[in-house]
């Protein structure tokens, strides 16, 4: 069986959580806050993606802990600023966007690698 890296289980997680939470208002409160909620979550997921894949080729390379930690601090930047500018392009685009929604969608796709934290391997 083939091992996932911490990263990739944290990324996995978060796309997990944002299904579970578009489907969950989908389900309870309709197709807009649905797909707000998935698209709040959706963003954060791919950012960290992008992160993930940068840090990962980081290591490929093998770099030194300097550059490992510059990578991750400018990646979290660069994370962040994505999301803000994602949001930013949907707030103008989609007019019926359910703020509630997304925002709950996206903090808890944030914080889901509490999920692995708690979770046996």
Not at 34 to 45: D, E, M, P, T
Not at 63 to 83: D, I, P
Request: hydrophobic residues 60%.
């Amino acid at each position: 069986m083939f091992a996932l890296s911490d990263m990739m289980r944290v990324v996995l997680a978060q796309y997990v959580v944002t299904l579970i939470a578009a489907l969950f208002c989908t389900a309870v409160f309709g197709t807009d806050p649905g797909l707000s909620a998935f698209l709040g979550g959706f963003y954060y997921a791919a950012a960290t993606t992008l992160h993930a894949l940068i840090l990962l080729g980081v290591k490929k390379l093998g770099c030194g802990v300097g550059a490992n930690v510059v990578t991750l601090l400018f990646g979290e930047f660069v994370k962040v600023l994505c999301v803000i500018l994602l949001l930013f392009i949907t707030a103008q685009l989609y007019a019926n966007l359910n703020w509630p929604a997304l925002i709950i969608s996206l903090m808890a796709v944030a914080n889901s690698y509490f999920i692995l934290l708690f979770k046996k391997r």
